[in-house]
Structure formats: C-alpha cells, structure tokens
C-alpha cells in the first residue's frame, strides 16, 4: 500500500480554506457529511505539496470543483492532479455549476465511482 505523504506546512491554509468555503463547497461538504454517499470524506485535505477539497481515504479518491477561477488553470490543475494520481489518487471532478444546479447527479457520480 502506498503511502500518501501529507504536508503539515500546509495545515493552517487548510483550515483556513474550509473556514471560507465556497457555496458549492458547503453545499457538498453537507451532502458529504450526512453520509449520502456511505463514505468518509475530509474537506480540503493536504496531499504532498497540494490541497484536495474533499479526500476519501478508503478509496483514494479526491474531489475536487471547479469554479470560475479554474477557467485559467487548466494547465496547471492538470500538471497537479498528475503529481497526485502518481500516488494512487483517483479524481472526480465538478463545476460549481453542477452542484448548486444537480446535486442528486453529482451524489449519484460518488456513489457509482465508489462502487455503492
């Protein structure tokens, strides 16, 4: 099994992003966190040098959205989340868009993916 290295400089911007979440980051973090998917995840969770927005650690998967900011990082989102997948990482990911306008399919997406 391989071992996720997580960043404890990066302890306090953690806390400080879940203490400024997004809308859609709320939204799902309360979906997450009522069990609607039978999973455990934890919110903006440090990994090697990055932070995820959502990790479940039994399936290594991370969760991440994407707002409007994103639209000029493509380049660099996807140089970071292939540092991540190097460690066994799988990714789902979701606009804004999706979960304040389709919650109920982004849930369903993490179940499937989760095999539940």
């Not at 455990?40 to 927005?53: A, C």
């Amino acid at each position: 099994m391989e071992i996720i290295p997580y960043n404890k400089n990066l302890k306090s911007r953690s806390r400080s992003l879940r203490n400024n979440s997004t809308l859609a980051e709320v939204i799902l973090w309360n979906s997450l966190k009522r069990k609607q998917t039978g999973l455990q995840f934890l919110r903006q969770k440090p990994i090697n040098n990055y932070i995820v927005d959502f990790y479940c650690k039994k399936l290594k998967l991370a969760i991440e959205l994407d707002g409007s900011s994103h639209d000029s990082k493509l380049e660099e989102d996807i140089f970071r989340q292939g540092q991540l997948e190097s460690f066994g990482i799988t990714f789902l990911r979701f606009s804004n868009d999706r979960i304040l306008n389709d919650l109920d399919e982004v849930i369903h997406e993490i179940r499937a993916k989760s095999g539940l």
